[in-house]
């Protein structure tokens, strides 16, 4: 118990120095050396980043594939809850295509290098297929564009000098226009500029100017530190707290891990009642008004039984009037919190040393 009270006394006194670092510009600068920040503050413009793709689907569609991993598939993860779809959906993390496949699915290859070899294994597998699925490539390059041009898949090339993680609004829009002109769903384009239109006011309070008194990203932050870091959401928008989980991870080189509800009342919630007794985390909720009013009850029992046994969490309101609008908001405002953290561990949020480490010595 010695130990547990010192630990708090020392997060008060880190939280204490925090807020004061999260408003020194200089500090703030000097750590973000890639200007992390700088792209996140612009994030609504990606959105409104216009490819003018133009395609039309072959066959029939009667299901869709998105191959993606990591940042370069979170955008594919949303597309399951918006803007909801007429034909299956499924997010593939492997080196494997479903056995499913057929010439009446879409299978989209994402890969924002271009050279994720899990996504080029499946791409090659896709074209040797007798049974050929109608394919589109995006990328910034690398292996695919090769690919797509030498089999003249249709191709949409992502601006290029960004982390995967830092482009979730310019693959949406990608896979947006992609959605439209197969058919499988409209006026996603004209939703994703109007609900960007909103996000420039709500980016304002959230950058390094102002202050942590009035910046719910830096106060987040600052409950994030030292902790390992849950988030959780409901299914609906589960892709955010997925976002989060990766922003943490990859942005302030924290551990961090995401669950959704109903499915964390079921094996997860028992976890928090024994072991282990000192539970040094950092609890976040992404909650909706559009959530099913039983989704919301499962929060506050789940907070009610959990009282003294699960840190209390930091409820987070998804703000908007859309869910593509609580979509935006909750991705910006992840985005800054992560960044901040980063800063307040000391770290620059941008380099992934030892991804690309495991990525050479994977291809060795």
């Given at each position: 118990?010695?130990?547990?009270?010192?630990?708090?006394?020392?997060?008060?006194?880190?939280?204490?120095?925090?807020?004061?670092?999260?408003?020194?510009?200089?500090?703030?600068?000097?750590?973000?050396?890639?200007?992390?920040?700088?792209?996140?503050?612009?994030?609504?413009?990606?959105?409104?980043?216009?490819?003018?793709?133009?395609?039309?689907?072959?066959?029939?569609?009667?299901?869709?594939?998105?191959?993606?991993?990591?940042?370069?598939?979170?955008?594919?993860?949303?597309l399951s809850t918006w803007p909801g779809l007429s034909v299956p959906i499924q997010v593939v993390q492997d080196y494997n295509l479903p056995a499913y496949i057929s010439n009446n699915t879409l299978l989209i290859a994402v890969s924002y290098s271009g050279n994720t070899e899990e996504i080029v294994n499946i791409l090659d597998d896709a074209l040797k297929l007798p049974d050929q699925p109608m394919i589109i490539v995006i990328c910034d390059g690398g292996e695919l564009e090769d690919i797509a041009t030498k089999h003249q898949l249709p191709l949409i090339k992502i601006p290029v000098n960004y982390q995967p993680r830092m482009t979730f609004g310019y693959q949406l829009r990608a896979l947006s226009e992609a959605i439209e002109q197969s058919g499988l769903a409209s006026n996603l384009v004209t939703q994703l500029e109007e609900s960007s239109s909103k996000l420039d006011s709500v980016l304002d309070e959230f950058i390094e100017t102002k202050a942590t008194s009035s910046n719910l990203a830096k106060q987040i932050a600052l409950e994030m530190v030292g902790k390992s870091v849950v988030i959780y959401?409901?299914?609906?928008?589960?892709?955010?707290?997925?976002?989060?989980?990766?922003?943490?991870?990859?942005?302030?080189?924290?551990?961090?891990?995401?669950?959704?509800?109903?499915?964390?009342?079921?094996?997860?919630?028992?976890?928090?009642?024994?072991?282990?007794?000192?539970?040094?985390?950092?609890?976040?909720?992404?909650?909706?008004n559009l959530d099913n009013p039983r989704i919301l009850k499962r929060f506050e029992i789940t907070e009610q039984l959990l009282s003294g046994k699960k840190p209390a969490a930091e409820v987070v309101d998804l703000k908007g009037e859309t869910m593509l609008d609580q979509i935006m908001y909750g991705v910006a405002l992840g985005d800054f919190v992560s960044i901040y953290l980063a800063i307040l561990n000391g770290i620059d949020p941008t380099p992934v040393d030892i991804i690309e480490t495991f990525k050479d010595k994977l291809a060795n």
């Open positions: 118990m010695y130990s547990l009270e010192i630990y708090h006394i020392i997060l008060r006194v880190v939280n204490k120095k925090g807020a004061v670092m999260l408003d020194d510009l200089k500090i703030i600068h000097s750590r973000d050396n890639q200007d992390a920040l700088g792209i996140t503050k612009k994030q609504s413009a990606q959105y409104r980043h216009a490819y003018n793709f133009q395609w039309q689907p072959s066959k029939p569609i009667n299901n869709l594939v998105i191959a993606g991993m990591g940042g370069s598939g979170l955008a594919a993860k949303f959401s409901s299914a609906k928008f589960y892709p955010i707290a997925y976002k989060w989980k990766i922003s943490v991870n990859e942005n302030a080189k924290s551990i961090s891990w995401a669950n959704q509800f109903p499915e964390f009342n079921h094996n997860e919630f028992i976890g928090w009642t024994s072991h282990p007794v000192d539970k040094p985390y950092s609890v976040i909720e992404l909650r909706s």
